[in-house]
């Protein structure tokens, strides 16, 4: 079912926002996420059997099997593409919100920070592209991806449009700024004028530009270019977040009324198009795209819907929130991946703000864990350092521990049964998911004999196994093929690049995460 024609129904229909410029196509109503038709997801080579394998006849599809190796649980941190706690090095104010006398050694500080499986940056385009032509991605940012690549660390990367805590100097390139119209935001009402004081004692953000502009568009279209050049299928990069409308990027400009557009259509329009660029760019790297309610009427629900249906992934800005963004996260497509952005306080944790024995942080965590996410960041608002994050590790050890070792998938081959069939050695594997999302892609599973040949190989269903679920999967071995001694091993497939996944399960497994297939089930009598 496509969106257009979902939006032609009856319930839709009803549902649709009428504005004073006329009706909105793609500004729908809040929509069950759990029951949308989104598609099948991403496409699956080489699907395997996944059953179901009755033994009995009349409708026996395979021999009489048995259970000849299971696997358990870890507590471990398993490292694996597509899941894990994100330190942020820049975020709403660039390196002035590092609180170090020596920036550079506490860049290399959050970069080591042990719980951090990923860094994430955020600067300005003025910052990555001060002039036409050619990126030019200033010191701390080199630093900082050195710095992750001797040190193991993965990347996720955003370029603002709107930074409206930089006070220093705007986000837009001065070659774009000086050629674009600009438009100036209006408060909504008194009551909003102190929640965006800050907003309007900061020149550069108090307008927006014409993103429809001609001009505008064009030196967008070559930064997405070259963006993706540098970053398209990095195996450094684990995501880009989606340029989207307003502050930060988040889809918004909060308290104010008005957008830079003349009506919705020319604003929706506009962002599906600029979503349409990054598609065509980034055809091998996840975009992140904010569930952001659609507060400033510039068509954030169809670019969340396209998102998804292109099989990239979403996120958000804070756990506590908005309902309709606790339903996109936790009701998304399995094989969708989610980052949740929720600040711990930018102070030393304090044990009087606990109440009923949780404090504020140990409540955000359960939360995060709640709606399922792959990523969460380590991130203290506007006071970034390793020393804050450390403190708040040193005082609630459990829960940090906890979300660290079960956010996002974990995958393992739980049950193991053989069986022969007409010369043929057969496997079913039953996996299983520890973690708390899908796998967010495609999970390709091979086994190997002891040598490193390949004897069989295939997928699951995309986002399959689901968390407390087993996945059946049937491998047909060559014939004269003995089953112990193989190796089972699984890659994660997303946007057609192809990333080692090691299996998140007690027993030992081999350098490479792989595991050797020998009998250990021992049945007490």
């Not at 660029?277 to 819907?305: A, C, H, I, M």
């Not at 946007?495 to 090691?502: A, D, E, I, L, N």
């Amino acid at each position: 079912m496509q969106r257009r024609d979902f939006l032609k129904s009856g319930i839709a229909a009803a549902g649709a926002l009428s504005l004073s410029t006329g009706q909105a196509p793609g500004m729908v109503r809040a929509h069950d996420w759990g029951k949308y038709d989104f598609g099948s997801g991403p496409e699956v080579r080489d699907r395997l059997n996944q059953g179901p394998f009755p033994q009995y006849p009349p409708d026996a599809a395979i021999p009489g099997d048995e259970v000849v190796m299971t696997t358990t649980p870890t507590d471990a941190v398993v490292s694996n593409y597509g899941r894990g706690l994100v330190t942020y090095v820049t975020a709403d104010m660039g390196t002035d919100e590092i609180k170090s006398p020596d920036v550079n050694q506490e860049i290399e500080r959050l970069v080591k920070f042990p719980l951090g499986e990923l860094i994430y940056l955020r600067p300005t385009w003025r910052e990555v592209q001060p002039r036409p032509g050619r990126l030019e991605m200033p010191e701390y940012l080199k630093l900082a991806f050195d710095l992750a690549k001797k040190n193991r660390k993965r990347v996720g990367l955003r370029v603002q449009m709107s930074a409206p805590d930089y006070f220093h100097e705007a986000a837009l390139p001065d070659f774009v700024l000086n050629k674009v119209p600009k438009v100036d935001l209006v408060m909504s009402a008194k009551e909003d004028r102190k929640a965006g004081q800050r907003f309007l004692d900061n020149p550069h953000s108090r307008y927006q530009p014409r993103f429809d502009d001609p001009y505008f568009q064009q030196c967008f279209k070559e930064l997405v270019g070259l963006l993706a050049a540098e970053f398209n299928g990095n195996l450094q990069v684990e995501f880009i977040d989606t340029f989207m409308y307003g502050f930060w990027g988040e889809g918004h400009t909060w308290p104010f009324a008005n957008n830079p557009f003349p009506d919705y259509q020319t604003a929706e329009r506009t962002w599906v198009q600029m979503l349409e660029v990054q598609l065509d760019s980034f055809t091998k790297t996840p975009l992140l795209t904010n569930t952001q309610p659609d507060y400033s009427r510039v068509g954030n629900s169809e670019v969340l819907d396209r998102t998804v249906r292109s099989n990239n992934w979403i996120r958000s800005d804070t756990i506590f929130i908005e309902n309709e963004q606790i339903e996109a996260l936790s009701n998304r497509p399995p094989w969708i991946g989610a980052l949740l952005e929720q600040a711990l306080p930018g102070k030393p944790p304090t044990p009087t703000t606990a109440h009923e024995g949780i404090s504020p942080a140990e409540n955000m965590i359960a939360h995060v864990m709640d709606i399922g996410a792959n990523y969460w960041s380590l991130w203290n608002f506007h006071q970034i350092s390793a020393k804050n994050l450390e403190s708040y590790y040193e005082a609630y050890p459990v829960w940090f521990d906890r979300i660290n070792s079960r956010i996002g998938y974990k995958v393992r081959p739980s049950f193991i049964w053989s069986y022969a069939d007409a010369g043929n050695v057969g496997l079913i594997v039953g996996f299983a998911n520890d973690g708390i999302a899908g796998v967010p892609g495609v999970l390709r599973v091979t086994v190997e004999g002891d040598d490193g040949k390949k004897l069989a190989s295939g997928c699951l269903d995309a986002g399959y196994p689901l968390p407390g679920k087993i996945r059946q999967a049937q491998f047909v071995l060559p014939a004269g093929t003995k089953w112990q001694g193989a190796k089972l091993k699984a890659e994660i497939e997303v946007k057609g690049m192809s990333y080692p996944v090691r299996w998140a399960c007690h027993q030992t497994l081999n350098e490479d995460g792989s595991l050797t297939l020998r009998p250990n089930l021992r049945q007490e009598v």
